[in-house]
T-cell receptor
Framework: DTEVTQTPKHLVMGMTNKKSLKCEQH?????MYWYKQKAKKPPELMFVYSYEKLSINESVPSRFSPECPNSSLLNLHLHALQPEDSALYLCASSRTGNTEAFFGQGTRLTVV | AQTVTQSQPEMSVQEAETVTLSCTYD???????LFWYKQPPSRQMILVIR??????QNATENRFSVNFQKAAKSFSLKISDSQLGDTAMYFCAFITSGTYKYIFGTGTRLKVLA
């Protein structure tokens, strides 16, 4: 099983809403990632969890709040987002910090 | 600073033909890994091929192969017998061992023509 599962696939939210993105993997990977991707651009790293601890935060605004409840799950809590936060949000996992990352299908987020 | 450069924003190739996508990178590290990812319109980033910097032999995966020139810091992807399903955005990526930071190039949009 080389699958990273993200839910929901599409999300429309207002600027005052609170929502969460979910990511799950069962490959035993100990590193999990959140990326943001704008159209026709490469993914931009947001957060990295290594062994369930936040190891990298790329100066992401506090309206994005990551959570890693266990080694298989990764959440991204969203609150008071802005229209410019509309993007594809990709979750990924890797066995270590120097192996290939496996990506989910992403959540297409639209902030209205 | 570590960078990855893909100088071809868009390319097209006839079905069954061969195409090469270029990628150069810059690093002072000696222990790193290189990847090519494919992102079709379905959005999911799919690993195409990986190369360990310490290996001199070029990686091959079915119709996909790389030309890894370590001294020149070049990592090109060759797609043989192109298929319509190869139409996608291709990203070259690089990671230094243990950093958890994958550095992506700007991508090459490849269109395979029938």
């Amino acid at each position: 099983d080389t699958e990273v599962t993200q839910t929901p696939k599409h999300l429309v939210m207002g600027m005052t809403n609170k929502k969460s993105l979910k990511c799950e993997q069962h490959m035993g990977h100990r590193a999990m990632y959140w990326y943001k991707q704008k159209a026709k651009k490469p993914p931009e790293l947001m957060f990295v969890y290594s062994y369930e601890k936040l190891s990298i935060n790329e100066s992401v605004p506090s309206r994005f709040s990551p959570e890693c409840p266990n080694s298989s799950l990764l959440n991204l809590h969203l609150h008071a987002l802005q229209p410019e936060d509309s993007a594809l949000y990709l979750c990924a996992s890797s066995r270590t910090g120097n192996t290939e990352a496996f990506f989910g299908q992403g959540t297409r987020l639209t902030v209205v | 600073a570590q960078t990855v450069t893909q100088s071809q924003p868009e390319m097209s190739v006839q079905e069954a033909e061969t195409v090469t996508l270029s990628c150069t990178y810059d690093t002072s590290e000696s222990n790193y890994y290189l990847f090519w990812y494919k992102q079709p319109p379905s959005r999911q980033m799919i690993l195409v091929i990986r190369q360990e910097a310490y290996k001199q032999q070029n990686a091959t995966e079915n119709r996909f192969s790389v030309n890894f020139q370590k001294a020149a810091k070049s990592f090109s992807l060759k797609i043989s017998d192109s298929q319509l399903g190869d139409t996608a955005m291709y990203f070259c990526a690089f990671i230094t061992s243990g950093t958890y930071k994958y550095i992506f190039g700007t991508g090459t949009r490849l269109k395979v023509l029938a």
